[in-house]
């Protein structure tokens, strides 16, 4: 009798397939990455080959001499953790640096809990983060946005939109700017219309759904419009909020990752909702100007009880009226 194997999420089931879904992913990410480049030239070039090729690297060597399983590096999961780290770097942080993020992404934030399906948070919000802990300066120094730019490390620096808000100084850029990427931030983050193409592509696709973008923007933004007509001279307005930051790149690619977010829509809905409040949270009142990268952290380790405690009914099953 042949032996019932239940695999790890993600669940995929009909023409699907984990590598058709990351180039998928990938595919969608490119807008955002051709912004990234065209705004900070060679630096966005430079971290972005650095991070997707390291990632690769060390989850090849981690199967091969560690885990001596078989190697998953072809499926894309790890190149895709390489963009979305580098996406969420600024384009003048150097090498090395990017390197150790990357180790860390792949070999702590995915391969220690055993690869693809099993890692509770995002692994590439895990390198980030960790990089932001550990370099503060290094990951919170932006370089101001020249098309073309053939600078690296010694690029020309500016304040990002947020920080603006929270030290209260400097002219935050016209809606225009903000929506189109014509601002300081981490590489694939800047341009608001870049990732929504990325997000009617991933819709179209049916690779994610609409419930955990919209309920994250949306929350975000009925908070902060609270709050800034509660005082709109010491809170900015909640289409700033929505277009500054790494809000959009968040709530499209990072919070819908399968493996870290919830199975069904209500539990979805859950969670950018708790998402959407602990960004406004931190901003608001944190000490860093940016909280999606905790927010979305944060509502990885609540997955599990989500799912438990929010689930469809059971075929079968007698509902009430």
């Not at 919209?214 to 908070?223: Q, R």
């Not at 870290?260 to 931190?282: A, D, E, F, H």
Request: hydrophobic letters at 50%; charged letters at 10%; aromatic letters at 10%.
């Amino acid at each position: 009798m042949d032996k019932l194997i239940i695999s790890p999420a993600p669940h995929i089931h009909g023409g699907d397939s984990v590598s058709k879904d990351m180039t998928g992913v990938i595919i969608a990410l490119v807008p955002a990455l051709l912004v990234g480049l065209y705004f900070f030239g060679l630096g966005a070039l430079v971290v972005t080959l650095t991070a997707v090729a390291s990632c690769v690297l060390f989850e090849y060597l981690i199967q091969k001499f560690m885990l001596k399983g078989s190697n998953t590096v072809m499926d894309g999961s790890a190149a895709l953790t390489g963009l979305l780290l580098a996406l969420n770097l600024p384009s003048n942080i150097p090498v090395w640096m990017v390197v150790i993020g990357s180790l860390v992404a792949i070999g702590i934030g995915k391969m220690s809990f055993g690869g693809l399906g099993n890692n509770p948070f995002n692994p590439a919000l895990i390198g980030r983060v960790f990089l932001l802990i550990s370099f503060p300066v290094e990951m919170t120094t932006w370089p101001r946005p020249v098309p073309f730019s053939a600078a690296y490390l010694d690029a020309e620096t500016a304040p990002t939109t947020l920080a603006m808000i929270k030290d209260h100084f400097g002219e935050i850029p016209s809606t225009l700017d903000l929506f189109i990427g014509n601002m300081g931030g981490s590489l694939g983050e800047i341009s608001a219309v870049a990732i929504l193409i990325g997000l009617v592509y991933l819709l179209v696709k049916k690779i994610i759904t609409w419930h955990i973008p919209v309920s994250i923007l949306a929350t975000v933004f009925v908070f902060t419009g609270i709050l800034n007509l509660a005082n709109p001279e010491l809170y900015a307005s909640p289409v700033v909020h929505l277009f500054s930051g790494g809000l959009m790149l968040g709530a499209v690619f990072m919070a819908t990752d399968y493996v870290t977010s919830p199975m069904n829509p209500r539990g979805m809905l859950v969670y950018g909702v708790g998402i959407g409040i602990i960004t406004v949270v931190i901003r608001a009142f944190g000490a860093y100007p940016e909280g999606v990268s905790f927010a979305i952290l944060i509502m990885n380790a609540f997955t599990p009880l989500i799912n438990t405690y929010i689930k469809p009914k059971r075929f079968g099953e007698k509902v009430k009226i």
